[in-house]
Structure formats: structure tokens, C-alpha cells
């Protein structure tokens, strides 16, 4: 059975304002989650609501009990803060263990470490070097952290670090810095004039880690051909173009020898992706690289790829790939093509089945739970996705035959912002 969210269906074209009508964050009464316990799914969900004006966020277990529905907002009044979130704000693309980390994007470029159970702010770090950086994602590995950066700086040379276009390699002793950077640029040799722009960052075993560049003009009307960067420690050891894939954003972890990787397209300066540049791909490691072992291209899909992709696992330990396409509305804002949540097979052995469907621009990220134990192949039965226009986290459960929608969450009834992103503790 297919799910259709589609009240209120008129929505603005630009995909930066999908609701600027949320209510704001006044009135929130932040709180810690108290103890979390690791459980053999990990801690739960961090779930990041927005308006793009401002954010709140929400800790909720496993099982889908809200622990917490304002754990920090833009209303926040923590001593630990310095500076209070805006309204673009994420969270880490892989499960964070110690404590919730926000990521700060535009203008900010702030990361901010957060107590669990106290609900206060242990640190936060500006990641600017002076300019908008904009920083994408945060991965840590052991004693280190490394933070991507999408934007460059076109007068760098004030401040140290401050290029852009880069990963920073971030020290914890026991304060977070800033202790390295990371330049990009060798991963774009072939394609002069077009910058990185680095996005999520996945540990895939060791010290061996991966970001996903999207590969833009400065002024985003052309593109390159994006590509998936490997890393042992802080050594590039590889650069696999995804050759015919533009725009790609989304990048999900079943296994660290196995990733899937969503790519909107190439819109060319217009408001509608080229499907033929559009897709998810599924990769193997192969070596210091990787190796393509599926393809879902943008025309099969029926849409460019949205912002929301994950891997789950069914209850033998097949792994399903869900992954969103982006819907369209006309010149007057209404609704000529919908979100969708597509299920697809890297094996091949079944065709797309659509799940859900929601508003143009509406479906958020998606998150499954996985086994923390490595090596595990067991499922832990359920992935979410956040529908800023229902204002729920719809529950997915996997089988072998299907994926169903199991139920829908309203994970904060008082402040009001709709779901967008989702994070993992």
C-alpha cells in the first residue's frame, strides 16, 4: 500500500523556502534525555525540525517513545552557548556514540557538542576561517574528527585553514579545534573551473573514511560529474567519479565494504533535473576503491533523487535501499508531480515499489536503525523518514517481500516545526 500526504499541497518553488510558515522555537523548554542506554540499535534518533528560521530538536529511543521533545532550540538560553542555532541546522550523517552533535550550516559554521542527559552544551566550534564555510557533515574516527566544507573562499590567506573546499581535521584534547585542513582540489583535477563542494562524510572500516563532492560551478548552473573521495587516516587514496551522475547529496552506509549514493542531477540553471543525469548507484570497496554494482538511473525512478537516502536490512540481512525523488509544482506553486519514497533491490531482484508520497519537497531524511555490533547482519526492523508536510516521522518496517508504512510519530505537539533531519545516537 502506497501512503499519500497530500493536504495543503501548495508549496513555493524554490527549494531553500519549502515552509516558511512554521511557527518559531519561543517557548521551548530545552531538557537533557536523561540515560540513554546503548542498546543493540544504538540510542535512538536525533530529529532536527526547521522552518529554515529557526530549530528544534528531539530525542526519541528505538522503539519510536519520545523521550524528549525540546531537547535544544533556538531558544536555548544554555550558558554553554555562544552562539544560538539558526534555522539551518543538521546532524551528523553517521551515528555519533558520545554525545548529540548539531551542525550550524549558513552563515553560521558552528558545531555544537551536547550531553545527552543533561540536555547541556559541553562545546562548540566555529568552522568558518572567516567566511561562510558552511559545513556539510562531521565525522569522528578515534581521538580525531573531521568536519567537510562546502563553500570555498574566494580571498583566503587571512586566517589559517581558510581556503575552503575542504575537510578540516578537528583535535579534541580535550576542547574540539581546528587542527588541520584537507584541500579537496587534487580530487578535481579533471574537471577545471568546477569546485568540490564537500557533503557527507562515512566511516567504511579502520581509518578509512569516504566524502561525497558534488562537484559545482561557482554560480551552480553547470556541473561536474560528482565523486566518492577514500581516505585512510587523513591520506587520499582514491577518487571514483560517478561517471554520469551529477548533483550527487546523499550517501548511506549497509556495510563498511558496501555504500549507496543518491545524485539529484544536473539542472542547469532551471528548477527541473535532467532525469538522464540523476540516480542512486550502489558501490562495493574494491581495494582502495570501489566498484559499481547497481544503478538506478533518474528516468527509472521517475524523478530526480531527493534529500533522503538510507539502507536497511530485512530480517535475513538483505539490504533495501530507500531513497526519495523530488516533486514539481507548477509556475502558480501547485503540485504537478509528488515527493516519493521509492524501496529498491541492489540485487535486482525486484523492481522500485513506491511506499509513501508527500507534498512537493516535503520528504526529509531517512534513517534506519542498525546493528551497533560489527559484523552483525541481523536487522533491527525499522527506518524512519521525516514528512515536514504531514509533520511526522513515518515508521518504515522492512520484510522480505515489502516495505510498509508501520505508523507515524508526532514528535513535538507544542513548538510546532516540521521534521527535516534525522541524526543517530
Given amino acids: 500500500m502506497v501512503t499519500r500526504h497530500t493536504d495543503s499541497l501548495k508549496v513555493g518553488g524554490a527549494l531553500l523556502a519549502w515552509a516558511l510558515l512554521g511557527c518559531g522555537a519561543e517557548g521551548a523548554i530545552p531538557g537533557g534525555g536523561g540515560p540513554l542506554p546503548e542498546g543493540a540499535c544504538g540510542r535512538g534518533l536525533l530529529v532536527v525540525a526547521s522552518d529554515y528560521q529557526s530549530t528544534n530538536t528531539s530525542l526519541v529511543d528505538p522503539e519510536g517513545v519520545v523521550i524528549q521533545p525540546s531537547f535544544l532550540s533556538s531558544a536555548s538560553a544554555d550558558p554553554g552557548i555562544s552562539a544560538a542555532l539558526s534555522g539551518d541546522v543538521v546532524a551528523p550523517t553517521d551515528r555519533v556514540t558520545a554525545e548529540a552533535v548539531l551542525i550550524d550550516r549558513f552563515p553560521a559554521a558552528v558545531v555544537t557538542w551536547v550531553d545527552v542527559a543533561s540536555g547541556e552544551v559541553t562545546a562548540q566550534l566555529d568552522v568558518s576561517t572567516g567566511f561562510p564555510s558552511n559545513p556539510q557533515d562531521l565525522l569522528r574516527i578515534g581521538d580525531r574528527g573531521f568536519v567537510s566544507r562546502y563553500e570555498t573562499n574566494p580571498t583566503p590567506g587571512t586566517e589559517p585553514h581558510d581556503a575552503g573546499g575542504d575537510v578540516l581535521e578537528i583535535a579534541f584534547d580535550p576542547e574540539p579545534r581546528v587542527a588541520g585542513r584537507i584541500d579537496l582540489a587534487p580530487a578535481m583535477m579533471d574537471a577545471p573551473g568546477f569546485l568540490p563542494r564537500a557533503g557527507k562524510l562515512l566511516a567504511v572500516g579502520g581509518e578509512a573514511w569516504v566524502a561525497l563532492l558534488s562537484a559545482f560551478a561557482a554560480d551552480f548552473v553547470t556541473s561536474a560529474p560528482s565523486r566518492l573521495v577514500t581516505f585512510e587516516g587523513t591520506q587520499m587514496v582514491d577518487v571514483h567519479v560517478l561517471e554520469g551522475?551529477?548533483?550527487?547529496?546523499?550517501?548511506?552506509?549497509?556495510?563498511?565494504?558496501?555504500?549507496?549514493?543518491?545524485?539529484?542531477?544536473?539542472?542547469?540553471?532551471?528548477?527541473?533535473?535532467?532525469?538522464?543525469?540523476?540516480?542512486?548507484?550502489?558501490?562495493?570497496?574494491?581495494?582502495?576503491?570501489?566498484?559499481?554494482?547497481?544503478?538506478?538511473?533518474?528516468?527509472?525512478?521517475?524523478?530526480?533523487?531527493?534529500?533522503?537516502?538510507?539502507?536497511?536490512?530485512?530480517?535475513?540481512?538483505?539490504?533495501?535501499?530507500?531513497?526519495?525523488?523530488?516533486?514539481?509544482?507548477?509556475?502558480?506553486?501547485?503540485?504537478?508531480?509528488?515527493?516519493?519514497?521509492?524501496?529498491?533491490?541492489?540485487?535486482?531482484?525486484?523492481?522500485?515499489?513506491?511506499?509513501?508520497?508527500?507534498?512537493?519537497?516535503?520528504?526529509?531524511?531517512?534513517?534506519?536503525?542498525?546493528?551497533?555490533?560489527?559484523?552483525?547482519?541481523?536487522?533491527?526492523?525499522?527506518?524512519?523518514?521525516?514528512?515536514?508536510?504531514?509533520?511526522?516521522?513515518?515508521?518504515?518496517?522492512?520484510?522480505?517481500?515489502?516495505?510498509?508504512?508501520?505508523?507515524?510519530?508526532?514528535?513535538?505537539?507544542?513548538?510546532?516545526?516540521?521534521?527535516?533531519?534525522?541524526?543517530?545516537?
Fill in 245 to 425: 551522475l551529477h548533483g550527487c547529496t546523499t550517501l548511506a552506509r549497509a556495510s563498511e565494504g558496501s555504500v549507496a549514493v543518491g545524485c539529484s542531477g544536473d539542472f542547469g540553471g532551471s528548477s527541473t533535473a535532467d532525469p538522464a543525469t540523476a540516480g542512486v548507484v550502489w558501490l562495493e570497496r574494491d581495494g582502495d576503491g570501489w566498484r559499481e554494482d547497481a544503478r538506478f538511473d533518474g528516468a527509472a525512478l521517475g524523478g530526480a533523487v531527493g534529500f533522503g537516502l538510507a539502507v536497511g536490512l530485512t530480517p535475513s540481512g538483505a539490504p533495501r535501499i530507500l531513497a526519495t525523488t523530488l516533486g514539481e509544482t507548477d509556475e502558480l506553486g501547485d503540485p504537478v508531480r509528488l515527493d516519493r519514497l521509492l524501496a529498491l533491490d541492489p540485487s535486482g531482484a525486484a523492481p522500485p515499489e513506491e511506499v509513501l508520497a508527500s507534498a512537493p519537497f516535503q520528504l526529509g531524511e531517512l534513517r534506519c536503525l542498525g546493528p551497533v555490533a560489527s559484523g552483525r547482519a541481523a536487522s533491527c526492523g525499522s527506518c524512519w523518514a521525516a514528512d515536514a508536510e504531514a509533520g511526522v516521522l513515518h515508521r518504515l518496517r522492512l520484510s522480505e517481500g515489502e516495505v510498509e508504512v508501520e505508523g507515524s510519530l508526532v514528535v513535538d505537539e507544542s513548538i510546532g516545526l516540521p521534521p527535516r533531519y534525522l541524526g543517530g545516537l
